[in-house]
C-alpha cells in the first residue's frame, strides 16, 4: 500500500513511498518512475528529495545517504510509459470497511429523559439550594431589628446572595440541558452471497450494532442507508486515450429492522443491474462493487465499499 505520498507546487509530479521504494508519476506526460530503495521526503519546485538508508555495522551506526532528483532534466530512459489499463486490467479495488461508522451528517441534539428517581433527587436538591436561600433572606430581615441583630448581615448576606444564584442557575441548567444523538453503528458484515450476476437480482444484509454512549450523548442507528450496485470500467477516447468510469447501475433503500437478532440491527435490500452491451464487451474491462451511503448524506462519499465477484451468466 502507498505511504508518505508527496505533490509538487504545481500538481504535476507525485511521488510516494510503495513497497520499500519510491514511485514517481509524472501526471502531464502520463509516465513514472520506481526508485528502489530510496524514501521520499518532499518537493522542492520539480525537484524531489529523496532519503536512502544504509545498513549498520558491529562499529558503525546506520546513516542516511539524501539525494536530489531533478525530475525536469531526467534522461530519456529514467520515465516509463504507464501500463494501459485496457490490456492490463482495472486496478484492484480499495475496499472500505470500516469496524466503526458515525454518520457525518449534522448531528441533532435532545433534551435528556429523566427516570422518576433523578426527579426526586432533583428536587431535594433544589429544595436544600432553596432552604439556604431562604435563610439568608430570614437572616437580613433579623438584622433589620437593629442592636446586636446586625450580626446576622455578616451571614444572611452571603447565604442569599450565592443560594439564590446557584438555585436559579441549576434550574436553569438542569431545565435546559440536552445530550447529542450521534447516529453510528459497530461491527459492521455485509452479507452479499458467493457471487453476481448481471440481469439478476442481488441481496445484500448488512448487520451492525450500535456502539455505547459516551457521557452527555445517545447513540442510535440510522433509519435507512442507501446502497448502490456500481461498474467500474475503462472508456476509450477518440485521441486513443482512456478514462476510468465509475457509474451507478441499480440503487436501493434499506430500511432499519431491530428485530433481526437481539442487540443487532440489519438492513436488507435487493440490486440488480440490467445487462447492457458493454457488460460483455472484451475490451473493456469491469470489476463491480457495492457501496453504501448515509441517506442523510446522500451525495457524501460511500462509508462502506466491498468488491463483488463477477459470475458467468447462465
Do not use: K
Not at 531526467?74 to 484492484?92: K, L, N, Y
Not at 440490467?274 to 441517506?295: K, N, S
Not at 457524501?300 to 463477477?310: D, E, H, K, S
Amino acid at each position: 500500500m502507498p505511504s508518505h505520498g508527496f505533490v509538487s507546487s504545481d500538481g504535476r509530479y507525485q511521488a510516494a513511498e510503495v513497497g520499500g521504494s519510491t514511485l514517481i508519476v509524472d501526471l502531464q506526460e502520463r509516465r513514472h518512475h520506481r526508485a528502489p530503495g530510496v524514501y521520499p521526503r518532499g518537493f522542492e519546485g520539480a525537484t524531489l528529495e529523496v532519503e536512502g538508508e544504509e545498513t549498520a555495522m558491529a562499529y558503525l551506526p546506520a546513516w542516511t545517504d539524501f539525494q536530489r532528483i531533478f525530475l525536469d532534466h531526467t534522461p530519456a530512459d529514467f520515465w516509463s510509459p504507464w501500463p494501459d489499463p485496457r490490456e492490463a486490467g482495472t486496478v484492484p479495488l480499495a475496499e472500505v470497511q470500516p469496524a466503526e461508522w458515525t454518520s457525518a451528517a449534522p448531528q441533532v441534539t435532545e433534551r435528556v429523559r429523566r427516570s422518576a428517581g433523578d426527579w426526586i433527587a432533583w428536587l431535594i436538591a433544589l429544595a436544600v439550594l432553596v432552604f439556604f436561600a431562604l435563610f439568608g433572606f430570614n437572616a437580613i430581615t433579623w438584622a433589620l431589628a437593629g442592636g446586636w441583630q446586625w450580626l446576622w448581615l455578616a451571614t444572611g448576606l452571603p447565604a442569599f446572595g450565592i443560594f439564590s444564584v446557584l438555585t436559579m442557575v441549576f434550574v436553569v441548567t438542569t431545565l435546559r440541558e440536552r445530550r447529542r444523538v450521534r447516529v453510528a453503528l459497530q461491527d459492521l458484515s455485509l452479507e452479499r452471497g458467493e457471487g453476481f450476476r448481471v440481469g439478476e437480482p442481488l441481496d445484500l444484509r448488512l448487520l451492525a450494532t450500535v456502539p455505547e454512549a459516551s457521557q452527555g450523548e445517545r447513540t442510535t442507528a440510522p433509519e435507512r442507508i442507501t446502497a448502490r450496485l456500481m461498474r467500474q470500467s475503462i472508456r476509450s477516447e477518440p485521441d486513443g486515450g482512456w478514462t476510468v468510469v465509475d457509474e451507478c447501475r441499480d440503487e436501493a433503500v434499506a430500511i432499519r429492522d431491530d428485530t433481526a437478532r437481539v442487540g443487532r440491527v440489519l438492513y436488507a435490500c435487493e440490486l440488480c443491474a440490467r445487462p447492457v452491451p458493454d457488460d460483455t464487451g472484451r475490451d473493456t474491462p469491469a470489476q463491480w462493487f457495492v457501496e453504501l451511503h448515509d441517506t442523510a448524506a446522500a451525495d457524501g462519499a460511500p462509508f462502506f465499499i466491498a468488491g463483488l465477484r463477477l459470475l458467468a451468466a447462465r
